[in-house]
Nanobody, 115 residues
């Protein structure tokens, strides 16, 4: 069955960086578009970024463009999200997903940006 396991979250000061990872299994990762979503306290699920199967096309929400970078390693079935210049409004649980609605996603990893 599909498994998505996120890691790399934590507490970071504003302006800091974090790198999230997602280990995928149970499907053909290398041909699957992949997605990052986030959910802030009291808010709905928000799309953050996506990448095509080969890694040649990437897309970002305006709120993170220029600060976040999505990447993938198909040899290791791993999806990553490099987050730089973090802001308090980036605080959320971050999920990787294998569908554009985020219905099939992992358990999430908490990112807290606070001084």
């Amino acid at each position: 069955q599909v498994q998505l396991v996120e890691s790399g979250g934590g507490l970071v000061q504003p302006g800091g960086s974090l790198r999230l990872s997602c280990e995928a299994s149970g499907f053909t990762f290398s041909i699957s578009g992949m997605y990052w979503f986030r959910q802030a306290p009291g808010k709905g699920l928000e799309w953050v970024s996506s990448i095509n199967g080969g890694g040649s096309a990437t897309y970002y929400a305006d709120s993170v463009k220029g600060r976040f970078t999505i990447s993938r390693d198909n040899a290791k079935n791993t999806l990553c999200l490099q987050m730089n210049s973090l802001k308090s409004e980036d605080t959320a649980v971050y999920y990787c997903a294998k569908d554009p609605l985020g219905d099939t996603r992992g358990q999430g990893t908490q990112v807290t940006v606070s001084s």
